[in-house]
């Protein structure tokens, strides 16, 4: 099983409302059904306790049995994020994304949230493709050292907190990568990055895949998570400090959206 961002409430946090959102957690990034007795031994619970949890779950339709009786997430869920697109990080930057693909049909642009030790990409667009919300990537394996936004949020936090969040990505995901351009460790990462971080912004050549250009630059916003924008240049199409003009250019339009 792989390890989970969520953490079980402490002693002090042992409230109904705090163990039902961990349980809830716990089922949606889980790769497999869990059982009552799985659950109240990582809660430090009474299995009867929990039970009663789970009943509850089950009740408002966001939890549901199995066919062997184990429990997983129920299609209520769904309905938690039905309206999460009227969230301004998701709205807002969609005109300045349209212009954006306009002038540069063939790159892609994204902004994304470190969230913990995970990156939520609230916003993505490529031309030829629809504009996808909110993809959390806590259930797809994608690394966080292989984020560029990512390691460009990561460069502004402290370098223990930063180190942590790596290793945690790490024992999640693994460490993927061609060991030729990303360093096999998470300070030998946090260093390359700060080489390649000028004026603000990271840029990554061929850090993801042959011959792709992705650079990030951190956007200011109200909310208390941090927010960097992202672009994707393939086959040659744009050079690094070309990159870096564009991605100046577009974070400020994409502030003066936040700010209206």
């Known amino acids: 099983m792989s390890e989970s961002p969520v953490t079980p409430p402490g002693a002090d946090s042992n409230q109904a409302l705090a163990r039902g959102l961990y349980v809830l957690r716990r089922l949606v990034e889980s790769s497999t059904p869990l059982s009552a007795t799985e659950l109240a031994k990582e809660l430090g619970l009474h299995q009867s306790?929990?039970?009663r949890v789970l009943a509850t779950l089950i009740e408002a339709g966001y939890v549901r049995k199995d066919e062997r009786g184990r429990f997983v997430p129920?299609?209520?869920v769904i309905t938690l994020a039905a309206?999460?697109?009227r969230l301004p990080l998701l709205t807002r930057p969609l005109p300045v994304?349209?212009?954006f693909l306009q002038e540069h049909p063939t790159l892609t642009i994204t902004t994304a949230m470190l969230w913990r030790s995970e990156?939520?990409?609230l916003t993505r667009s490529s031309s030829g493709a629809p504009t996808h919300l909110y993809e959390y990537t806590g259930n797809t394996g994608f690394p966080l050292h292989q984020s560029a936004p990512g390691l460009r949020l990561l460069l502004d936090l402290p370098r223990a907190q930063a180190v942590e969040l790596l290793a945690a990505s790490r024992a999640r995901h693994g460490w993927g990568g061609d060991r030729d351009?990303?360093?096999a460790d998470e300070r030998g990462v946090l260093a390359a990055a700060r080489e390649r971080c000028d004026h603000d912004v990271l840029v990554l050549p061929g850090w993801v895949a042959p011959g792709e250009l992705s650079g990030a630059i951190p956007v200011r916003t109200s909310e208390p998570h941090p927010v960097a924008?992202?672009?994707v240049v393939r086959d040659g199409a744009m050079g690094a400090d070309e990159l870096r003009l564009l991605l100046h250019r577009v974070r400020r339009d994409l502030e003066a959206a936040f700010a209206e």
């Open 49 to 51: 306790s929990i039970s």
């Open 74 to 76: 129920d299609y209520g």
């Open 83 to 85: 309206e999460t697109t």
């Open 97 to 99: 994304f349209r212009e």
């Open 119 to 121: 990156m939520i990409y």
């Open 181 to 183: 351009v990303v360093p």
């Open 229 to 231: 924008l992202a672009v």
